[in-house]
């Protein structure tokens, strides 16, 4: 079965981009380009893992991701924090509000997220 993720962003270049590579990489994806609809949608799609931009029409990043772990049905769901926001404050934001990872956008091709994601998905190494 394969791993289902649902990306939330709205630069149209930027979903292209991320839901080619996650389909090549062998992951389920779904997209949301509305940060006012995406808690509702990833509630619905119970995803494996969230994609998760904070800059958003509507509803930003740390709004859905403060909705998403503070709900019963989705706080177990992993997200990772894919942004050009990249401030150590908002880093260490992103992770005390309950994001497994924080990715710059600028920082990592779209095969290095890929392999953030599943580094991540895999957990911990012992």
Known sequence: M?????LVEDD???IDIYSTKFKESGFEVSVIDRGDMAPA???????????????LPQKDGWD?????KSNEKTKGITV?????L????????????GA????IKAHHTPSEVVREIKKILAGPQT
């Open 2 to 6: 394969s791993t289902k993720i649902v």
């Open 64 to 68: 859905i991701l403060k909705t998403i």
């Open 86 to 97: 990249g401030q150590k404050e908002e880093i260490e934001k992103g992770m005390e509000l």
């Open 12 to 14: 149209p270049l930027l």
């Open 80 to 84: 990772i924090i894919l942004s050009n």
């Open 41 to 55: 949608f990833i509630a619905k799609e119970k995803p494996d893992l969230v994609v998760l931009d904070i800059v």
């Open 100 to 103: 497994a990872g924080y990715l």
